[in-house]
């Protein structure tokens, strides 16, 4: 007997939804490097207009509205901690050369 993890759906059950494919591990290296250079008001214009540009891409997606911002949170996290491992990974070239 099939379980609810094994069950495959039929078409009237559920649907797929596409996540999209920009907001991958390239678009958060993209958007961790851009803050990494950007300072002050262009750093949060062009970091509110990447939050509201991926909440968008969601939305066009069909992931509903109340997913959407645990799953903004989510990309703000993982561009924070992109920015954190840059730094150090510049940091240690910077020690090595000495």
Do not use: Y
């Amino acid at each position: 007997m099939a379980t609810d993890m094994t069950r495959r759906p039929t078409s009237h059950e559920g649907r797929i939804i596409a996540f999209p494919a920009a907001i991958g591990t390239a678009n958060i290296e993209r958007c961790a490097r851009e803050l990494g250079r950007r300072h002050g008001a262009d750093a949060l214009e062009f970091w509110k207009a990447e939050c509201r540009r991926f909440a968008d891409q969601l939305l066009a997606a069909g992931v509903p509205e109340s997913e959407v911002g645990q799953r903004v949170m989510q990309f703000q996290g993982d561009v924070q901690a992109e920015l954190v491992l840059s730094h150090e990974k510049r940091a240690v070239a910077k020690s090595q050369k000495r």
